[in-house]
């Protein structure tokens, strides 16, 4: 008579490998990779900063002009409103704070990616307004996490890991009362969307609305560099027209030609 037992043995394991493979496939997608970066922030600010000084709210979506725009963190603190953009990312970093475009390195892959700095600046800006303060008054920190470096001298409010928690903790000049804190926390909490798969998903489509935009006024959704109208010179599409990055080979972005278009332009 056949064991059963040992014939359903592989498919045991399998029943329970099987939510773990869908759990680290997760946290590869870029989606996951940014929830595990922003998780590592919060814990680092919950464990290592007093909670009655310094008061966290984390994935604020505001609404704005042109859509809507998202805050990883915010730490309200009577030494200024910090605002935090988390990057999780892999390979060497490279940039500086006056580039529009860092760059990552992985062996001999390169990307470039927007400069965390001046996407932060928005988000900047926005608490501004809402609070009606000084710029001054409201740091710009980005936060990297991940199996990176960084291979160029960074700014002193970018940081890996937890020593963002140093810079924060440096600023100790006092910009606020006790009550304005108190009232900037109810600010920001009361201009938000409410935290929900429908906002996030209101957010992604405005993000996506955005790059869109972009393509259309021929520009890279990638860098920002202006599209180019190219011919395949070879493999399967050879003879076959597609937009292409004018910052190429730096930046390897390209996208089909609509149908209606059709006439060849040389921009550079």
Same mark, same amino acid.
């Given at each position: 008579?056949?064991?059963? %037992?040992?014939?359903? %043995?592989?498919?045991?394991?399998?029943?329970?490998?099987?939510?773990?493979?869908?759990?680290?496939?997760?946290?590869?997608?870029?989606?996951?990779?940014?929830?595990?970066?922003?998780?590592?922030?919060?814990?680092?600010?919950?464990?290592?900063?007093?909670?009655?000084?310094?008061?966290?709210?984390?994935?604020?979506?505001?609404?704005?002009?042109?859509?809507?725009?998202?805050?990883?963190?915010?730490?309200?603190? =009577?030494?200024?409103?910090?605002?935090?953009?988390?990057?999780?990312?892999?390979?060497?970093?490279?940039?500086?704070?006056?580039?529009?475009?860092?760059?990552?390195?992985?062996?001999?892959?390169?990307?470039?990616?927007?400069?965390?700095?001046?996407?932060?600046?928005?988000?900047?800006?926005?608490?501004?307004?809402?609070?009606?303060? =000084?710029?001054?008054?409201?740091?710009?920190?980005?936060?990297?996490?991940?199996?990176?470096?960084?291979?160029?001298?960074?700014?002193?409010?970018?940081?890996?890991?937890?020593?963002?928690?140093?810079?924060?903790? %440096?600023?100790?000049?006092?910009?606020?009362?006790?009550?304005?804190?108190?009232?900037?926390?109810?600010?920001?909490?009361?201009?938000?969307?409410?935290?929900? &798969?429908?906002?996030?998903?209101?957010?992604?489509?405005?993000?996506?609305?955005?790059?869109?935009?972009?393509?259309?006024?021929? &520009?890279?959704?990638?860098?920002?560099?202006?599209?180019?109208?190219?011919?395949?010179?070879?493999?399967?599409?050879?003879?076959?027209?597609?937009?292409?990055?004018?910052?190429?080979?730096?930046?390897?972005?390209?996208?089909?030609?609509?149908?209606?278009?059709?006439?060849?332009?040389?921009?550079?």
């Amino acid at each position: 008579m056949m064991d059963i %037992s040992t014939t359903a %043995s592989p498919f045991l394991y399998l029943y329970y490998l099987l939510p773990i493979f869908i759990v680290v496939i997760f946290f590869k997608s870029p989606q996951g990779k940014g929830i595990l970066g922003e998780f590592v922030v919060n814990v680092a600010a919950k464990l290592l900063l007093d909670k009655d000084r310094y008061h966290l709210i984390k994935n604020v979506t505001i609404p704005t002009e042109d859509g809507t725009t998202q805050i990883d963190h915010i730490i309200v603190s =009577e030494y200024g409103i910090f605002v935090i953009e988390s990057k999780n990312m892999k390979g060497w970093i490279f940039g500086d704070e006056r580039q529009s475009h860092w760059t990552q390195k992985i062996y001999r892959y390169s990307h470039k990616f927007q400069n965390p700095l001046r996407q932060n600046y928005k988000h900047v800006k926005t608490i501004q307004h809402i609070l009606d303060i =000084e710029e001054e008054k409201i740091f710009s920190v980005v936060v990297f996490v991940g199996d990176c470096t960084f291979k160029t001298e960074m700014p002193e409010n970018v940081r890996y890991g937890i020593r963002y928690i140093d810079y924060i903790k %440096s600023k100790t000049d006092k910009l606020f009362s006790a009550r304005e804190v108190e009232r900037f926390v109810s600010l920001i909490e009361s201009s938000r969307l409410a935290r929900s &798969l429908n906002t996030r998903l209101r957010h992604i489509n405005n993000v996506k609305r955005i790059l869109d935009e972009k393509e259309r006024a021929n &520009l890279c959704p990638k860098c920002g560099a202006q599209l180019l109208l190219r011919t395949a010179k070879k493999g399967a599409n050879a003879g076959k027209k597609f937009y292409g990055c004018s910052n190429f080979p730096r930046c390897r972005y390209s996208a089909p030609v609509p149908s209606d278009d059709t006439t060849e332009q040389n921009l550079e």
